[in-house]
């Protein structure tokens, strides 16, 4: 069967809550070559902070969303929001990113759930993301937003933000492989804005702990801005494109599945939304759901009559009425920042290409 526990099974290695002795073995051999990816990051971080690897420009200004740690920080609803707030200043957005996990002649996870939630916005995919900028803009964008590429420097950028999970915000405190982080914590000192997803789960006590700890991290230069937002369930989708209230799931069976970064959160959402969650299957990120999972995953829902729900990452991925009778939904997030919207704004506001007629601002939240 191809659910694969083990993302989390490695969190609760790297994060030390499992406490066999194999563990606590492969722990210390994963110590070495954290530290060593580690040292080869900063070096190539002042590589190219200090001009000995050259970036490459777009042409149009590069706001470039990413994160500091592996797995699902709620990037994706605050690559919709950015978009969605460019486009309000008057401007012509397109999306860039690797098309990380996509096949051949494919659109990636996040590709596809972002052409859903910004229908008509140009995403561009490419392993090559200058050549991607480059493409989008002489298509008609004037302005790139760069998915997922805080650690790829070649691609010159005007703004830098970070996402923050504030359920993960340190990664277990190591680098990959040892821990979750892509980088040391000091690399967030590089960033114009740190955005602290999904805060509204903890006390103003917890997120003023987390600012202070990534602070002290980076030797107290804290990017200039400081936003909190929360990842809001605003409705559910189906195949068809209707979208229901959150309120169908109030008190309604449902056996959930997700192939994502963050599966617990999701879990968790569900729950507090009402819903009778009878039965969980977490997936691999970017799992590719074979025709074998599909017959699976509709029988398991029959067997515990319950309705299939999904995120709308793993939705765009399942082919159409696989289902067959069985109600199937995903579950729509939108990003609603709780502080420092107007700051982040005004760093957006910045890049506005001149001339460009504001059309007003959004009401902090996407996806409705």
């Not at 051999?29 to 060593?36: F, W």
Request: glycine fraction near 10%.
């Amino acid at each position: 069967m191809p659910l694969l526990p083990d993302a989390e099974s490695f969190k609760r290695l790297v994060d030390g809550t499992d406490t066999a002795a194999a563990a606590t073995l492969a722990r210390l051999a994963l110590a070495p070559l954290g530290a060593t990816w580690g040292t080869v990051m900063a070096l190539r971080n002042t590589a190219y902070d200090r001009g000995w690897l050259a970036t490459r420009p777009a042409g149009v200004p590069v706001v470039c969303v990413g994160n500091l740690t592996l797995g699902g920080t709620g990037k994706t609803p605050l690559v919709a929001w950015v978009v969605r707030r460019l486009a309000a200043q008057g401007s012509r957005p397109a999306i860039v990113s690797r098309g990380y996990g996509a096949a051949a002649g494919r659109r990636s996870d996040e590709a596809a759930e972002l052409t859903l939630l910004l229908p008509g916005v140009r995403h561009v995919a490419d392993r090559d993301r200058v050549a991607a900028a480059t493409s989008a803009a002489a298509a008609g964008a004037d302005i790139v937003v760069l998915d997922d590429g805080f650690q790829h420097r070649r691609l010159a950028r005007d703004l830098d933000l970070v996402a923050i999970d504030a359920t993960d915000p340190f990664g277990c405190g190591h680098v990959f492989p040892r821990g979750l982080l892509r980088e040391r914590l000091s690399g967030l000192s590089r960033a114009d804005a740190a955005i602290l997803t999904r805060a509204g789960s903890f006390s103003p006590e917890r997120r003023a702990e987390i600012r202070d700890r990534l602070s002290a991290a980076c030797g107290g230069r804290l990017p200039g801005v400081w936003a909190e937002a929360s990842h809001a369930p605003v409705a559910v989708r189906d195949q068809a494109g209707t979208r229901h209230g959150i309120d169908w799931l109030d008190g309604r069976r449902v056996a959930a599945f997700a192939g994502i970064g963050n599966p617990s959160a999701f879990r968790k959402t569900l729950t507090s939304l009402g819903a009778e969650v009878v039965a969980f299957r977490p997936y691999a990120d970017h799992h590719a759901y074979a025709p074998a999972d599909l017959t699976d995953l509709t029988a398991w829902a029959r067997g515990h009559d319950a309705a299939l729900v999904t995120t709308l990452k793993d939705l765009v991925k399942l082919p159409s009425g696989f289902a067959g009778e069985t109600a199937l939904v995903a579950l729509e997030i939108a990003m609603v920042m709780e502080a420092g919207e107007a700051e982040l704004g005004r760093l957006l506001d910045r890049l506005a290409p001149a001339g460009n007629p504001k059309t007003g601002s959004l009401d902090g939240a996407i996806g409705r």
